[in-house]
């Protein structure tokens, strides 16, 4: 059974930092972009980053981009999602998942999906 799990979510303040966590298990993601995606109460899933299951290549959000880092540690199955100078727009759950090939698109209906993780960033 494929599983993606995220953790790290939490409340922080304005300026703050956190640091999400995807865990992957049930199969192989050797070949599969693994993406980070949000969607905030009332708006729509928005894509955050994505990144090659290798590494070698990065995309972000422009919103995200030089405050957001995603990267992955293949000997634990996981990706990360490093999130500096939060502001309160960010808050929303943050959704991984998993896709063989790179789409970017909020709307996109990838392969595999976590069950989201709740980030709030005070004012």
């Given at each position: 059974q494929v599983?993606?799990?995220e953790s790290g979510?939490?409340?922080v303040q304005a300026g703050g930092s956190l640091r999400?966590?995807?865990s992957a298990s049930g199969r192989t993601f050797s070949n599969y972009w693994m993406y980070w995606l949000r969607q905030?109460?009332?708006k729509e899933r928005e894509f955050v980053a994505t990144i090659t299951w290798t590494g070698d290549s990065t995309y972000?959000?422009?919103s995200m981009t030089g405050r957001f880092?995603?990267?992955?540690d293949n000997a634990k199955n996981t990706v990360y999602l490093q999130m500096?100078?939060?502001k309160p727009e960010d808050?929303?759950?943050y959704y991984c998942a998993a896709h063989p090939r790179l789409v970017i698109g909020g709307s996109y209906e990838y392969d595999y999906w976590g069950q989201g993780t709740q980030v709030t960033v005070s004012s």
């Open positions: 599983q993606l799990v979510g939490g409340l999400l966590s995807c905030a109460p009332g972000y959000a422009p880092t995603i990267s992955r500096n100078s939060l808050t929303a759950i």
